[in-house]
Structure formats: C-alpha cells, structure tokens
C-alpha cells in the first residue's frame, strides 16, 4: 500500500511538472528583455558581458566587437547577423548551439568553443541591453 | 556432351543479360545525369548568386513565421528561450540562415521542417522581406 501510494505521488508530481512545462510556449511581454532564461544558466552580469565583448578571442584574435560593431548593431560583413537588444536567452542558446557544435561557422564555432556558462551569460545579458534595430513580426503584414 | 554446351551457352546468354542490363539502365539515366549534375551545382552557386529576392513574395510566404516570430514575447520549449527577433536582419544573414536549417547544419525541429519546404527563390523573397524591416 505503502508502494501505491508512492506511485500516486509520483504520478502527481510528474503531473505537475508537465503542466508547468506546457505553461512555456507562450507570450511572456513582461520580462521580455531579462538577462537570461535559458534554464540551468547563471545569471548574466552586463557589466561582465561588455569587458568580454571587447576582447581579443584567444582562437581568432577578433572581439565579438571586431565583427558584429559597437552594440553588436553594425556587422563588419552582410553575413554577420546584428545582436544588439536581441533576447539575451536567445543568443546564449545560439552560443551554447556554437559551442556543442549544433550550429557551426568559421569564427563563431572557435569563439565559442571555449565559453564557460557564466561567460555566455554575461555575453548574452550585455548585448541583451543594448538597443536594437530588430524587431518581431507582430504586426507587419 | 550437348548438356555441358547447353548450359555453357545459357550461361552465356545470363552473363550477356546481366552484362548489358547494367549498360541499358545507365544509357536510360544518361540523360538525367546533366540536369542531375547540374542540380547539385545549384546550391553552391546559390551563395555566389543567389536569386533576386522580391520583397512582396517574401510577405505572402511570411505568413507562416507569424505564429512563433510574430507574437511577442513568443518563447521555444525544450529549452527555453525566445524566439529570436528576424525583423531587420541582413538578407544575406537571414538566407544563410534557412539554407543551415534546411540542409541541417543548423538545428531546429520546427525551422527544420519550414526551410525544407522553401525553394531557393522563396529563401531570397522571405530574405528580402524581413531584411527590409525596421524596428
């Protein structure tokens, strides 16, 4: 009894854990721009994010800077994608993708390769705050 | 001694069948092979010279996007994020983009799936039309 019991619980528990995970695919304007959600990351530090944007990537010798331009807003080459004021959770997964090798490109593939957790975080809550010239597509049909 | 010649001549004639059908099947896809060669040389021109994008194509295909990159706010699951913002990218950006997804370089079930369905044409008119937006 004791066993069914615990089976009950468990089954309940599961339950619960689903449906807080249904809860997930939906709109959320409120904290739209928070620094980081991607789950189990550490919080992203801006402050720590800018001091790493602007430096030297031991792999390629070129900043995060160097290549996406101040703010992340003015890509050095069309291909480069612009960052700046992009959801931070957003271009922490990207470089998570880059360092697990699940997206790959010539630059950012290395540059990533090495990041640490904390380190994306803080890349990704920096130029999470910058201001954007991206926008979403509500609206524009 | 006319058994043996029998069989010897039978196997002949198997070994001439088996010989030329091989011959008739690639002389059947000789002709397919140009335009089948030429296909594959397609894509890797597409980077080079990619078909002109007409940005009021690219608004009809874009319907399909709305239900994730148009809502706001709008977050994946397994894992969590939101969708990215598209609007204002580089077309070249954004044609990289879902060629990586169609030919799986990059992953994601759903955009998998989306630029699958995209011809080369439809990938430079979507380009065209996000590229042109402003925040």
């Known amino acids: 009894m004791i066993h069914l019991s615990r089976i009950g619980r468990l089954a309940a528990a599961s339950l619960l854990v689903l449906a807080i995970a249904a809860c997930g695919g939906t709109a959320d304007d409120a904290d739209g721009r928070r620094a980081t959600s991607v789950a189990g990351l550490p919080d992203g530090r801006v402050s720590e994010g800018e001091i790493l944007a602007n430096a030297k990537g031991p792999a390629t010798g070129q900043s995060c800077i160097d290549c996406h331009g101040e703010d992340g807003n003015a890509p050095l080459d069309d291909s480069y994608p612009r960052i700046g004021g992009q959801y931070a959770d957003y271009l922490a997964h990207a470089l998570h993708q880059y360092r697990e090798g699940r997206r790959e490109h010539a630059l950012m593939s290395q540059q990533a390769a090495h990041l640490t957790d904390q380190q994306i975080a803080d890349l990704a809550a920096y130029f999470g705050s910058r201001p954007t010239q991206l926008r979403d597509l509500h609206g524009v049909h | ?135």
């Open chain 2, 1 to 135: 001694m006319t058994r043996p010649l029998t069989i010897a001549a039978g196997l002949a004639v198997a070994l001439f069948t088996l010989a030329s059908l091989p011959l008739t099947a690639s002389a059947q896809d000789a002709a397919p092979p140009a335009s089948g060669e030429a296909e594959p040389a397609a894509p890797a021109e597409a980077a080079t010279t990619a078909p002109v994008g007409n940005p009021e194509a690219g608004r009809q295909l874009t319907y399909t996007c709305l239900g994730c990159h148009g809502i706001t706010g709008y977050k994946n699951v397994y894992p969590t994020y939101h969708v990215p913002m598209i609007g204002g990218q580089s077309a070249l950006y954004l044609t990289n983009a879902l060629n990586e997804y169609r030919n799986g370089t990059r992953r994601h079930p759903t955009m998998e799936t989306q630029a699958r369905s995209f011809s080369d044409q439809d990938i430079a008119d979507i380009a065209a039309f996000l590229s042109e937006l402003s925040p």
